[in-house]
């Protein structure tokens, strides 16, 4: 069920899998903003439901738009246009948000890939 659910998220591929007694894990590597498309795939198999727990976890590493992390601790949300020397222009729905570069921390891309473990408890 794992690997035919990567194969419906774009960019998604399994890494490794482990099978023990009452337990099934997978590692999978794939784009931050397919996993929500992986976690929607696996619960759209009848071998698997999703619980809330799985959607938060989720929700915690995939990303449908470009992070900006601020030295301050904020992270801002949305789609960076251009990145200098001296600023980074951030879209935010209609809105353009200029930030300084020296407030930054690091910007992380929404094509960036994450490696998801997915451990399934078995009946």
Do not use: M
Not at 16 to 42: C, N
Not at 48 to 54: S, V, W, Y
Request: aromatic residues 2%; positive net charge; glycine residues 6%.
């Amino acid at each position: 069920a794992v690997r035919k659910a990567a194969r419906r998220a774009p960019g998604a591929a399994v890494e490794a899998t482990r099978r023990e007694p009452g337990r099934f894990e997978a590692w999978v590597d794939a784009p931050a903003s397919a996993i929500a498309g992986l976690l929607a795939a696996l619960d759209a198999t009848d071998a698997l439901d999703a619980t809330d727990a799985a959607r938060a976890a989720a929700d915690g590493v995939a990303a449908a738009h470009d992070r900006v992390v601020l030295k301050s601790g904020f992270v801002l949300a949305g789609a960076v246009e251009s990145r200098d020397a001296r600023e980074l222009v951030l879209r935010v729905g209609p809105e353009q948000v200029r930030v300084p570069a020296r407030t930054v921390e690091r910007v992380e891309p929404a094509s960036a890939r994450r490696r998801v473990r997915i451990v399934v408890v078995l009946p």
